[in-house]
C-alpha cells in the first residue's frame, strides 16, 4: 500500500528524488513516482532573470533556487506535488515527451472530477477556462527525470501566488481543481486518481509511493 504523510519539506523532497535517482542509476529500482504535498516555499529555476519571484525579501515564504527549468512557481498545503523519477533513457531521451506525458496524465485525472482541463499553445502546464491549474518543469540526470508537476487542488494553494508572477507569465490567472470541478476535492483523493492514471506510462519493474 502507498505510504502517505504530508507537509514535507522541499529539501526532504528534493532529498527523496536524488535517492530515487542514484538507486536508477545503480539499476536497484525502477521507475518511482513520489507524490506529496510540501511546506510553503516558492522555487525557481537557475536562471538570470529571476524577476517572476519581485522582491524575495518581501514574500510570506522562503525561496529556493533549484536544478529544474522554469521561472517561479508556488508550492504548498492543497496542492499536489509529484516528481516521477523516470529512466528517460529507455524512453527514446525525449524530454519534450516526457512533458506531454505528464500534461497528458494530470489532464485524464481532472476529467474524473468533471474537469475539461486542457494545454495551451505555446506554454507548458494544464489549464481550465483560460485560467492555470499545474505548472510543470522538469530536469535530467545523466537521462533520469527529475521535479515535475504541482497542480492546485484546494482553494488554499492559490492566495500565495500573488506575491510572484506565476512561472514568468504576466496576467496569468490561478485556479484550482475544486472551483473548476465546483465542490471540494483533497488533496488525497485527487493524488489517489493521478497514482491511478499513471500507472500505464510506468515500467512494470517500478515502484509507487505517495507520501
Same mark, same amino acid.
Given at each position: 500500500m502507498p505510504l502517505i504523510s504530508h507537509s514535507v519539506s522541499y529539501e526532504e523532497g528534493l532529498d527523496l528524488q536524488q535517492q530515487a535517482v542514484d538507486a536508477l542509476l545503480r539499476g536497484d529500482s525502477g521507475d518511482v513516482l513520489l507524490l506529496l504535498e510540501h511546506q510553503p516555499v516558492y522555487t525557481i529555476g537557475r536562471l538570470r532573470d529571476q524577476s517572476s519571484l519581485h522582491d524575495p525579501q518581501t514574500l510570506p515564504h522562503p525561496a529556493v533556487e533549484t536544478n529544474r527549468g522554469g521561472q517561479a512557481t508556488y508550492h504548498g498545503p492543497g496542492q499536489l506535488?509529484?516528481?516521477?523519477? =523516470?529512466?528517460?533513457?529507455?524512453?527514446?531521451?525525449?524530454?519534450?515527451?516526457?512533458? @506531454?506525458?505528464?500534461?497528458?496524465?494530470?489532464?485524464? *485525472?481532472?476529467? @474524473?472530477?468533471? !474537469?475539461?482541463?486542457?494545454? @495551451?499553445?505555446?506554454?507548458?502546464?494544464? +489549464?481550465?477556462?483560460?485560467?492555470?491549474?499545474? %505548472?510543470?518543469? !522538469?530536469?535530467? @540526470?545523466? +537521462?533520469? *527525470?527529475?521535479?515535475?508537476?504541482?497542480?492546485?487542488?484546494?482553494?488554499? %494553494?492559490?492566495?500565495?501566488f500573488a506575491h510572484i508572477t506565476p512561472c514568468g507569465i504576466d496576467g496569468v490567472v490561478m485556479t484550482c481543481v475544486s472551483d473548476a470541478a465546483g465542490r471540494k476535492i483533497s488533496v488525497a483523493e485527487f493524488a489517489a486518481v493521478v497514482d491511478e492514471v499513471f500507472a500505464p506510462y510506468i *515500467?512494470? +519493474?517500478?515502484? !509507487? %509511493?505517495? =507520501?
Open positions: 506535488v509529484g516528481y516521477p523519477i =523516470f529512466d528517460l533513457r529507455h524512453r527514446g531521451q525525449d524530454l519534450h515527451a516526457h512533458l @506531454r506525458m505528464i500534461e497528458e496524465v494530470l489532464i485524464r *485525472s481532472c476529467e @474524473r472530477f468533471g !474537469v475539461a482541463a486542457e494545454r @495551451r499553445e505555446g506554454f507548458t502546464g494544464v +489549464w481550465v477556462a483560460g485560467k492555470k491549474l499545474a %505548472s510543470i518543469g !522538469v530536469g535530467v @540526470r545523466k +537521462w533520469i *527525470s527529475m521535479h515535475g508537476f504541482a497542480i492546485n487542488v484546494t482553494g488554499e %494553494s492559490l492566495s500565495p *515500467s512494470r +519493474w517500478s515502484c !509507487v %509511493s505517495i =507520501f
